[in-house]
């Protein structure tokens, strides 16, 4: 049979709805600058989808930065990867100084958050190791898993009681094997906005033995005093033995890292595949880094800002009786009840008739009957803006409980 044969039988989840959605739902395209209000269809558009929490996408002082280091040094230098011809002054810098503001002993660059996470976990652990990780979590750690020789215990989201069990069992076969525990949560779960129970997990190390690796990458850069994130907020930062965070959110960039002990840190240098053998972050990314933490340390009213709109758009949206479950962090999930045909009608709703821009997700990321719309709100936004969407959800729930969502009364602008 031809390899490919079976692409024609199944596209896969999501790619199954490409011949409908493609351009709408999937592969939208945002024109113009980074910024609360951008063009999507020739029609400018009020956006909730961009992880640009701080608001330094579209920053003067960054796209300064950015446009200096590229004229500077181009895309390409340096050429290779870290460990062979691609060191410099500012990668050891950047690393450096994301290592201080994690207090922590040493930092390592990741050229993508994703990547680095895969890698991370397949260099920690071997056949005799267990695994120990939250049912939500993100993709790259399920991916990093998949490359696991050992055994791996999933425990129930924040579900602290069945974590214990899964430690016990850990614990049990550790002792025969010989090998380690590494347990591994996210600081802020990205579709839902609730906070791992880092602080409570953290307590359970004076019964087991393990160590503790946080995926914060939506917890950098928004939470916490200083903004080192929700290990800081929750006041584990010591307590975490490795602290994930990536340059893709709160810092706008692309790229990520790991911080922890220098030793630990030093083995990963020396040991990932994925930055061995592949080309180092190009000097533009780094340079552009090093003045979005520098923006992201020295300028705290960028967090009061993005906290602001946060505080805005969650309570005006409780108190209009919108369920946004558990969230305790920027992330806004709306949990309306509905089919994915009404989902697919009241984005049409939104974005046509609200010129409102932001993501849904539906069965099977969530359970059938549920919509989810995700808001991001950033620095960028306003408390009009704010008004507005609070004023657009209401009109959208009137209408999805009165089922005009359902009656396909609501005019599909793709079919047009
Ligand atoms: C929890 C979490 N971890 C890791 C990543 C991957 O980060 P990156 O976009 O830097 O590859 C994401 C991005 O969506 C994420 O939400």
């Known amino acids: 049979m031809d390899i490919f044969s079976k692409i024609d039988r199944n596209m896969g989840p999501l790619g199954k709805y490409a011949t409908q959605g493609h351009g709408y739902f999937m592969f939208p395209k945002l024109e113009g600058d980074i910024s609360n209000k951008m063009v999507f269809r020739g029609k400018e558009m009020l956006v909730w989808s961009l992880n640009n ?136 779960f990205g579709m839902s906005g609730d906070l791992g129970k880092i602080d409570e997990i953290a307590a359970l190390k004076k019964e087991f033995r393990f160590r503790l690796l946080v995926d914060d990458a939506h917890g950098f850069g928004t939470m916490g005093e200083t903004g080192a994130g929700v290990t800081e907020h929750l006041g584990v930062m010591d307590e975490t033995d490795l602290y994930f965070g990536t340059f893709a959110k709160a810092m706008a960039g692309i790229g990520g890292f790991i911080a922890g002990d220098h030793k630990v840190i030093h083995y990963l240098r020396y040991n990932m595949r994925s930055q061995i053998f592949a080309k180092s972050l190009p000097m533009p990314m780094v340079v552009g880094a090093l003045k979005r933490l520098e923006l992201l340390r020295n300028k705290p009213e960028l967090r009061t800002k993005l906290w602001e709109v946060v505080n805005a758009l969650q309570s005006g949206l409780k108190a209009q009786g919108f369920n946004l479950g558990n969230t305790e962090s920027p992330v806004t999930p709306v949990f309306l009840s509905g089919e994915v045909p009404e989902a697919t009608n009241l984005t049409f709703d939104l974005r046509e008739n609200y010129n409102i821009f932001c993501s849904i997700v539906t069965y099977p990321v969530v359970p059938k009957g549920v919509i989810l719309i995700r808001l991001i709100p950033t620095a960028v936004h306003t408390l009009e803006d704010v008004e507005y969407t609070i004023k657009a959800f209401s009109d959208i729930k009137k209408n999805l409980d009165a089922g005009k969502y359902a009656t396909g009364e609501i005019v599909d602008v793709m079919s047009q």
């Open 53 to 188: 929490y701080i608001g330094l996408a579209n920053h003067p002082e960054v796209r300064k930065a950015d446009a200096e280091a590229a004229s500077l040094y181009g895309m390409a230098y340096p050429m290779g990867a870290r460990m062979m011809s691609g060191q410099t002054d500012y990668h050891e810098q950047l690393e450096r100084e994301l290592a201080t503001f994690e207090k922590k002993e040493d930092a390592y660059l990741l050229n993508f958050g994703y990547q680095g996470m895969v890698s991370v976990i397949d260099t920690l652990v071997d056949r005799n190791d267990v695994v120990v990780y939250d049912s939500e979590s993100h993709a790259c750690i399920l991916d990093g898993m998949r490359l696991h020789f050992g055994k791996r215990f999933v425990f129930p989201h924040n579900d602290m009681a069945n974590l214990r069990k899964q430690l016990e069992r850990a614990t049990k076969i550790v002792e025969k094997s010989g090998g380690g525990i590494l347990v591994i949560t996210e600081g802020v």
